[in-house]
Protein backbone atom coordinates (compact mmCIF):
# COMPACT_ATOMS: atom_id res chain seq x y z
CA UNK A 1 0.00 0.00 0.00
CA UNK A 2 1.41 3.11 -0.91
CA UNK A 3 1.23 6.27 1.47
CA UNK A 4 1.25 9.71 0.61
CA UNK A 5 0.80 13.31 2.09
CA UNK A 6 -1.85 14.66 -0.49
CA UNK A 7 -4.00 12.67 -2.92
CA UNK A 8 -5.62 14.52 -5.64
CA UNK A 9 -8.41 13.07 -7.80
CA UNK A 10 -8.33 14.78 -10.98
CA UNK A 11 -5.31 16.09 -13.51
CA UNK A 12 -7.53 19.26 -14.63
CA UNK A 13 -6.91 23.08 -13.57
CA UNK A 14 -7.95 22.84 -10.66
CA UNK A 15 -6.18 19.46 -9.41
CA UNK A 16 -2.85 20.44 -10.96
CA UNK A 17 -2.61 24.10 -9.29
CA UNK A 18 -3.36 22.27 -5.83
CA UNK A 19 -0.42 19.79 -6.60
CA UNK A 20 1.88 22.49 -7.25
CA UNK A 21 1.41 24.37 -4.63
CA UNK A 22 1.16 21.68 -2.38
CA UNK A 23 4.15 20.23 -3.81
CA UNK A 24 6.36 23.59 -3.70
CA UNK A 25 5.70 23.17 0.46
CA UNK A 26 7.68 20.19 -0.03
CA UNK A 27 4.15 17.40 0.85
CA UNK A 28 4.93 14.38 -1.27
CA UNK A 29 2.16 14.90 -4.33
CA UNK A 30 0.36 12.27 -6.03
CA UNK A 31 -2.19 13.64 -8.85
CA UNK A 32 -4.59 10.43 -10.30
CA UNK A 33 -6.76 10.27 -13.30
CA UNK A 34 -8.72 8.19 -15.66
CA UNK A 35 -7.75 10.22 -18.67
CA UNK A 36 -4.98 9.41 -21.24
CA UNK A 37 -3.50 12.75 -21.08
CA UNK A 38 -3.67 15.24 -18.65
CA UNK A 39 -5.99 18.70 -18.57
CA UNK A 40 -8.15 17.77 -21.63
CA UNK A 41 -10.55 20.73 -20.93
CA UNK A 42 -7.60 22.54 -21.32
CA UNK A 43 -6.67 21.69 -24.32
CA UNK A 44 -9.92 21.83 -26.02
CA UNK A 45 -10.76 25.38 -24.69
CA UNK A 46 -10.80 28.55 -26.42
CA UNK A 47 -10.46 27.07 -29.49
CA UNK A 48 -7.51 25.38 -29.08
CA UNK A 49 -6.49 28.11 -27.45
CA UNK A 50 -7.34 28.46 -24.27
CA UNK A 51 -8.89 31.38 -22.89
CA UNK A 52 -6.68 31.17 -19.55
CA UNK A 53 -8.13 33.75 -17.50
CA UNK A 54 -9.53 37.26 -17.56
CA UNK A 55 -8.30 40.82 -16.17
CA UNK A 56 -11.42 41.74 -15.13
CA UNK A 57 -12.26 39.20 -12.99
CA UNK A 58 -14.40 39.97 -9.98
CA UNK A 59 -16.60 37.91 -7.82
CA UNK A 60 -19.68 39.26 -9.97
CA UNK A 61 -18.62 37.00 -12.39
CA UNK A 62 -19.56 33.65 -10.50
CA UNK A 63 -22.86 32.12 -9.48
CA UNK A 64 -23.32 30.42 -6.72
CA UNK A 65 -25.72 29.78 -3.98
CA UNK A 66 -23.54 32.00 -1.28
CA UNK A 67 -22.05 34.33 -3.65
CA UNK A 68 -19.46 35.32 -1.45
CA UNK A 69 -17.76 32.30 -0.72
CA UNK A 70 -15.19 32.78 -4.13
CA UNK A 71 -13.97 35.99 -2.78
CA UNK A 72 -11.20 34.89 -0.79
CA UNK A 73 -9.66 32.74 -3.14
CA UNK A 74 -10.05 35.18 -5.79
CA UNK A 75 -8.44 37.83 -3.87
CA UNK A 76 -5.33 35.75 -2.71
CA UNK A 77 -4.76 34.15 -5.79
CA UNK A 78 -5.68 36.97 -8.94
CA UNK A 79 -5.10 36.87 -12.73
CA UNK A 80 -2.38 39.21 -12.31
CA UNK A 81 -0.76 36.31 -10.46
CA UNK A 82 -1.14 33.50 -13.29
CA UNK A 83 -0.52 35.90 -15.98
CA UNK A 84 3.25 36.33 -13.53
CA UNK A 85 3.09 32.45 -14.20
CA UNK A 86 2.30 32.23 -18.16
CA UNK A 87 5.26 34.72 -19.01
CA UNK A 88 7.52 33.25 -16.80
CA UNK A 89 7.21 30.62 -18.77
CA UNK A 90 7.76 32.87 -21.87
CA UNK A 91 4.32 31.97 -23.13
CA UNK A 92 3.28 34.19 -26.01
CA UNK A 93 -0.39 35.91 -25.44
CA UNK A 94 -3.04 38.15 -26.38
CA UNK A 95 -5.92 39.74 -25.12
CA UNK A 96 -8.70 39.41 -27.35
CA UNK A 97 -11.74 41.29 -25.83
CA UNK A 98 -13.74 42.25 -22.44
CA UNK A 99 -9.83 41.43 -21.06
CA UNK A 100 -10.10 37.46 -21.83
CA UNK A 101 -6.59 36.22 -22.37
CA UNK A 102 -5.75 33.59 -25.03
CA UNK A 103 -2.67 31.80 -25.69
CA UNK A 104 -0.70 33.37 -29.43
CA UNK A 105 0.22 29.53 -29.89
CA UNK A 106 -2.19 26.65 -28.61
CA UNK A 107 -3.29 25.99 -25.42
CA UNK A 108 -0.70 22.76 -24.89
CA UNK A 109 1.50 25.53 -23.65
CA UNK A 110 -0.60 26.28 -20.50
CA UNK A 111 -0.70 22.23 -19.90
CA UNK A 112 3.06 22.03 -20.40
CA UNK A 113 3.61 24.76 -18.27
CA UNK A 114 1.75 23.36 -15.88
CA UNK A 115 3.41 19.40 -15.90
CA UNK A 116 6.71 21.51 -15.54
CA UNK A 117 5.89 23.21 -12.69
CA UNK A 118 4.04 20.06 -11.27
CA UNK A 119 7.49 17.67 -12.06
CA UNK A 120 9.76 20.86 -10.40
CA UNK A 121 7.58 20.49 -7.56
CA UNK A 122 8.47 16.46 -6.99
CA UNK A 123 4.42 16.17 -8.11
CA UNK A 124 3.64 12.41 -9.28
CA UNK A 125 1.24 12.04 -12.10
CA UNK A 126 -0.39 8.67 -12.89
CA UNK A 127 -2.83 8.33 -15.82
CA UNK A 128 -5.53 5.85 -16.67
CA UNK A 129 -5.43 5.29 -13.13
CA UNK A 130 -8.86 5.06 -12.23
CA UNK A 131 -10.58 4.74 -8.69
CA UNK A 132 -13.33 2.35 -7.22
CA UNK A 133 -13.49 3.17 -3.12
CA UNK A 134 -13.07 5.89 -0.79
CA UNK A 135 -13.25 5.52 2.78
CA UNK A 136 -11.21 7.36 5.76
CA UNK A 137 -11.27 4.38 8.54
CA UNK A 138 -9.20 6.43 10.57
CA UNK A 139 -7.06 9.78 10.27
CA UNK A 140 -6.00 8.85 7.02
CA UNK A 141 -7.88 8.60 3.74
CA UNK A 142 -7.73 4.79 1.95
CA UNK A 143 -8.43 4.68 -1.68
CA UNK A 144 -8.34 1.36 -4.03
CA UNK A 145 -7.33 2.45 -7.51
CA UNK A 146 -6.69 0.53 -10.73
CA UNK A 147 -3.16 0.78 -9.28
CA UNK A 148 -3.37 -0.71 -5.73
CA UNK A 149 -4.73 0.73 -2.57
CA UNK A 150 -3.32 4.36 -1.21
CA UNK A 151 -3.44 5.34 1.97
CA UNK A 152 -2.94 9.54 2.12
CA UNK A 153 -3.44 12.40 4.79
CA UNK A 154 -5.10 14.74 2.02
CA UNK A 155 -7.45 13.97 -0.13
CA UNK A 156 -8.61 16.48 -2.71
CA UNK A 157 -11.47 16.27 -5.05
CA UNK A 158 -10.77 18.31 -8.38
CA UNK A 159 -12.95 15.69 -10.43
CA UNK A 160 -15.13 18.46 -12.11
CA UNK A 161 -18.39 18.08 -13.24
CA UNK A 162 -20.14 16.09 -15.57
CA UNK A 163 -20.11 18.41 -18.70
CA UNK A 164 -18.70 17.20 -21.86
CA UNK A 165 -19.41 13.44 -21.06
CA UNK A 166 -17.39 12.29 -24.21
CA UNK A 167 -14.10 13.31 -22.71
CA UNK A 168 -15.01 10.79 -19.67
CA UNK A 169 -16.55 13.96 -17.36
CA UNK A 170 -18.69 12.32 -14.63
CA UNK A 171 -20.33 13.59 -11.46
CA UNK A 172 -18.32 11.29 -8.93
CA UNK A 173 -17.28 14.55 -6.98
CA UNK A 174 -20.61 14.63 -6.18
CA UNK A 175 -20.23 11.26 -5.01
CA UNK A 176 -18.03 11.59 -2.39
CA UNK A 177 -19.61 14.68 -1.18
CA UNK A 178 -22.56 12.52 -0.34
CA UNK A 179 -20.55 9.94 0.86
CA UNK A 180 -19.29 12.08 3.75
CA UNK A 181 -22.02 13.79 4.40
CA UNK A 182 -21.93 17.30 2.03
CA UNK A 183 -24.87 18.45 0.58
CA UNK A 184 -24.54 18.84 -3.19
CA UNK A 185 -26.59 21.82 -4.96
CA UNK A 186 -28.19 20.28 -7.90
CA UNK A 187 -25.89 20.27 -10.77
CA UNK A 188 -27.29 21.13 -14.40
CA UNK A 189 -25.63 22.10 -17.59
CA UNK A 190 -23.94 25.72 -17.94
CA UNK A 191 -22.62 27.78 -20.71
CA UNK A 192 -24.83 25.45 -23.37
CA UNK A 193 -26.65 26.25 -26.20
CA UNK A 194 -30.25 26.59 -25.99
CA UNK A 195 -32.96 24.59 -28.47
CA UNK A 196 -36.66 24.87 -29.05
CA UNK A 197 -39.55 23.04 -30.46
CA UNK A 198 -41.81 25.36 -31.75
CA UNK A 199 -42.08 27.37 -35.11
CA UNK A 200 -38.65 28.88 -33.31
CA UNK A 201 -36.96 25.84 -34.10
CA UNK A 202 -37.78 26.02 -38.36
CA UNK A 203 -36.64 29.49 -37.82
CA UNK A 204 -33.43 29.47 -36.56
CA UNK A 205 -32.91 26.05 -38.94
CA UNK A 206 -33.68 28.25 -41.69
CA UNK A 207 -31.18 31.12 -39.90
CA UNK A 208 -28.13 27.99 -39.17
CA UNK A 209 -25.01 29.69 -39.23
CA UNK A 210 -26.22 33.21 -39.50
CA UNK A 211 -24.71 35.66 -36.62
CA UNK A 212 -25.62 39.16 -34.91
CA UNK A 213 -24.44 41.20 -31.71
CA UNK A 214 -27.28 40.75 -29.84
CA UNK A 215 -28.38 41.64 -26.51
CA UNK A 216 -30.02 38.43 -24.59
CA UNK A 217 -31.74 38.90 -21.26
CA UNK A 218 -33.57 36.83 -18.73
CA UNK A 219 -35.42 38.66 -16.25
CA UNK A 220 -32.88 41.94 -15.01
CA UNK A 221 -29.93 39.68 -16.15
CA UNK A 222 -28.64 40.86 -19.93
CA UNK A 223 -25.62 40.27 -22.01
CA UNK A 224 -24.31 41.69 -24.88
CA UNK A 225 -22.48 39.96 -27.26
CA UNK A 226 -22.35 37.54 -30.31
CA UNK A 227 -25.63 35.47 -31.26
CA UNK A 228 -25.92 32.38 -33.50
CA UNK A 229 -28.34 30.74 -34.83
CA UNK A 230 -28.08 27.06 -34.97
CA UNK A 231 -30.21 23.54 -36.61
CA UNK A 232 -31.21 23.26 -33.24
CA UNK A 233 -31.56 26.94 -31.91
CA UNK A 234 -29.75 29.65 -30.55
CA UNK A 235 -25.92 29.65 -29.38
CA UNK A 236 -23.22 32.51 -29.49
CA UNK A 237 -21.91 33.99 -26.25
CA UNK A 238 -24.57 36.04 -25.10
CA UNK A 239 -26.83 32.85 -25.16
CA UNK A 240 -24.37 30.66 -23.54
CA UNK A 241 -24.15 33.23 -20.67
CA UNK A 242 -27.57 33.52 -20.11
CA UNK A 243 -28.29 29.87 -20.45
CA UNK A 244 -26.55 29.21 -16.73
CA UNK A 245 -29.79 32.06 -15.59
CA UNK A 246 -32.28 30.50 -17.57
CA UNK A 247 -35.19 28.66 -16.07
CA UNK A 248 -37.03 25.95 -17.98
CA UNK A 249 -40.52 27.35 -19.06
CA UNK A 250 -39.83 30.76 -19.30
CA UNK A 251 -38.90 32.82 -21.66
CA UNK A 252 -35.69 35.05 -22.75
CA UNK A 253 -35.51 38.39 -24.84
CA UNK A 254 -33.76 38.80 -27.52
CA UNK A 255 -32.68 42.25 -28.85
CA UNK A 256 -30.86 41.71 -32.44
CA UNK A 257 -30.21 45.52 -33.02
CA UNK A 258 -29.13 46.93 -29.80
CA UNK A 259 -27.72 49.62 -31.04
CA UNK A 260 -30.81 50.91 -33.10
CA UNK A 261 -34.65 51.66 -32.25
CA UNK A 262 -36.40 49.64 -35.32
CA UNK A 263 -39.32 51.52 -34.49
CA UNK A 264 -38.47 55.01 -34.68
CA UNK A 265 -36.23 53.60 -37.80
CA UNK A 266 -39.28 52.51 -39.65
CA UNK A 267 -41.13 55.88 -38.72
CA UNK A 268 -38.95 57.50 -40.13
CA UNK A 269 -38.29 55.79 -43.41
CA UNK A 270 -42.33 56.25 -43.55
CA UNK A 271 -41.52 59.60 -44.41
CA UNK A 272 -38.30 59.90 -46.30
CA UNK A 273 -38.62 56.41 -47.88
CA UNK A 274 -42.58 55.68 -47.89
CA UNK A 275 -42.60 53.31 -51.35
CA UNK A 276 -39.51 51.44 -49.45
CA UNK A 277 -41.20 48.02 -48.76
CA UNK A 278 -41.07 47.03 -45.02
CA UNK A 279 -38.72 43.88 -45.77
CA UNK A 280 -36.40 46.09 -47.58
CA UNK A 281 -35.78 48.27 -44.90
CA UNK A 282 -35.35 45.63 -42.49
CA UNK A 283 -32.54 44.41 -45.02
CA UNK A 284 -30.88 47.59 -44.36
CA UNK A 285 -30.66 47.19 -40.60
CA UNK A 286 -30.39 43.44 -40.48
CA UNK A 287 -28.74 40.76 -42.54
CA UNK A 288 -30.47 40.10 -45.34
CA UNK A 289 -31.07 36.55 -44.16
CA UNK A 290 -32.40 36.89 -41.25
CA UNK A 291 -34.46 40.10 -42.55
CA UNK A 292 -35.96 37.53 -44.62
CA UNK A 293 -36.86 35.03 -42.42
CA UNK A 294 -38.01 37.47 -40.27
CA UNK A 295 -40.34 38.84 -42.15
CA UNK A 296 -41.65 35.75 -43.46
CA UNK A 297 -42.34 34.55 -40.17
CA UNK A 298 -44.18 37.93 -38.87
CA UNK A 299 -45.70 38.46 -42.09
CA UNK A 300 -44.07 41.74 -42.53
CA UNK A 301 -44.33 43.56 -45.55
CA UNK A 302 -45.79 46.46 -47.69
CA UNK A 303 -45.05 49.54 -48.28
CA UNK A 304 -43.69 52.06 -45.57
CA UNK A 305 -45.93 54.55 -46.08
CA UNK A 306 -49.40 51.97 -45.84
CA UNK A 307 -47.96 50.83 -42.40
CA UNK A 308 -50.19 52.31 -39.05
CA UNK A 309 -47.34 53.10 -36.67
CA UNK A 310 -49.01 50.32 -34.62
CA UNK A 311 -48.23 47.97 -37.01
CA UNK A 312 -44.54 49.19 -36.76
CA UNK A 313 -44.45 49.19 -33.50
CA UNK A 314 -44.78 45.57 -33.53
CA UNK A 315 -42.75 45.15 -35.68
CA UNK A 316 -39.65 47.25 -33.86
CA UNK A 317 -40.70 44.97 -30.96
CA UNK A 318 -40.25 41.44 -32.67
CA UNK A 319 -36.46 42.97 -33.51
CA UNK A 320 -35.59 44.84 -30.19
CA UNK A 321 -37.41 42.51 -27.56
CA UNK A 322 -38.21 39.32 -29.36
CA UNK A 323 -40.03 37.07 -26.68
CA UNK A 324 -38.70 33.03 -26.87
CA UNK A 325 -39.48 30.09 -24.71
CA UNK A 326 -36.63 27.48 -25.17
CA UNK A 327 -37.64 24.01 -24.93
CA UNK A 328 -34.18 22.97 -22.77
CA UNK A 329 -30.42 22.75 -23.66
CA UNK A 330 -28.47 21.13 -25.52
CA UNK A 331 -27.54 19.25 -22.37
CA UNK A 332 -24.29 18.21 -20.76
CA UNK A 333 -22.63 16.90 -24.56
CA UNK A 334 -21.92 20.43 -25.10
CA UNK A 335 -22.26 22.04 -21.68
CA UNK A 336 -18.80 24.16 -21.11
CA UNK A 337 -19.08 24.09 -17.27
CA UNK A 338 -21.89 22.76 -15.00
CA UNK A 339 -23.66 24.51 -12.36
CA UNK A 340 -24.36 23.65 -8.50
CA UNK A 341 -21.97 21.13 -7.21
CA UNK A 342 -20.91 20.72 -3.89
CA UNK A 343 -22.81 23.17 -1.24
CA UNK A 344 -20.08 25.86 0.11
CA UNK A 345 -21.17 26.02 3.14
CA UNK A 346 -20.00 22.87 3.61
CA UNK A 347 -16.10 24.03 3.09
CA UNK A 348 -13.85 26.78 4.24
CA UNK A 349 -13.69 29.54 1.64
CA UNK A 350 -10.01 30.07 2.60
CA UNK A 351 -8.76 26.38 2.50
CA UNK A 352 -11.59 24.75 0.50
CA UNK A 353 -11.71 22.02 3.50
CA UNK A 354 -14.65 20.41 4.21
CA UNK A 355 -16.05 21.54 7.71
CA UNK A 356 -16.76 18.23 9.40
CA UNK A 357 -14.15 16.21 7.63
CA UNK A 358 -10.51 17.19 8.27
CA UNK A 359 -8.27 16.19 5.50
CA UNK A 360 -11.30 16.54 2.51
CA UNK A 361 -10.91 19.40 -0.02
CA UNK A 362 -13.33 19.90 -3.02
CA UNK A 363 -11.67 22.56 -5.61
CA UNK A 364 -12.42 23.20 -8.89
CA UNK A 365 -15.80 22.77 -10.99
CA UNK A 366 -17.41 20.27 -8.60
CA UNK A 367 -17.97 23.09 -6.05
CA UNK A 368 -21.17 25.30 -6.35
CA UNK A 369 -19.18 28.16 -7.80
CA UNK A 370 -19.58 28.64 -11.61
CA UNK A 371 -18.17 31.79 -13.65
CA UNK A 372 -18.96 33.42 -16.96
CA UNK A 373 -17.95 32.87 -20.15
CA UNK A 374 -14.73 34.62 -20.75
CA UNK A 375 -11.62 33.00 -18.89
CA UNK A 376 -13.45 33.07 -15.34
CA UNK A 377 -13.95 29.15 -14.65
CA UNK A 378 -10.30 29.02 -15.48
CA UNK A 379 -9.51 31.32 -13.14
CA UNK A 380 -11.24 29.66 -10.39
CA UNK A 381 -9.88 26.91 -10.65
CA UNK A 382 -6.62 28.39 -10.62
CA UNK A 383 -7.47 30.24 -7.21
CA UNK A 384 -9.34 27.64 -6.01
CA UNK A 385 -6.70 25.09 -6.57
CA UNK A 386 -3.88 27.50 -5.45
CA UNK A 387 -6.09 27.84 -2.15
CA UNK A 388 -6.22 24.46 -0.79
CA UNK A 389 -2.49 23.82 -2.37
CA UNK A 390 -1.47 26.83 0.01
CA UNK A 391 -3.93 25.05 3.07
CA UNK A 392 -3.40 21.35 3.16
CA UNK A 393 -2.23 20.11 6.20
CA UNK A 394 -1.00 23.28 7.16
Sequence with gaps: MTDIDVLVLGAGAAGLMCAIEAGKRGLSVLVIDHAKRPAEKIRISGGGRCNFT???????????????????????????????????????????????????????????????????????????????????????????????????????????GPSIPKMGATGIGYEIAKQFGLAVVQPRPALVPLTFSDDNKILCTKLAGVSVDAVVSFGKTRFREGLLFTHRGLSGPSVLQISSYWREGQPITVDLLPQTDVFAALKAGKTSHGKQDVRTALAGLLPKRLAEELSAAHGFGGRLADQPDKVLQRTGSAINSWQLLPAGTEGYRTAEVTLGGVDTTALSSRSMEANDVPGLYFIGEVVDVTGHLGGFNFQWAWASGHAAGQAVLG
Design 54 to 160: NLHTTPANFLSQNPRFCVSALKRYTPQHFLKLVEAHRIPWHEKTLGQLFCDNAAMDIIHMLLREAEAAGVKLWMETSFTAVSKPDDRFSVATSRGALRTRALVVATG
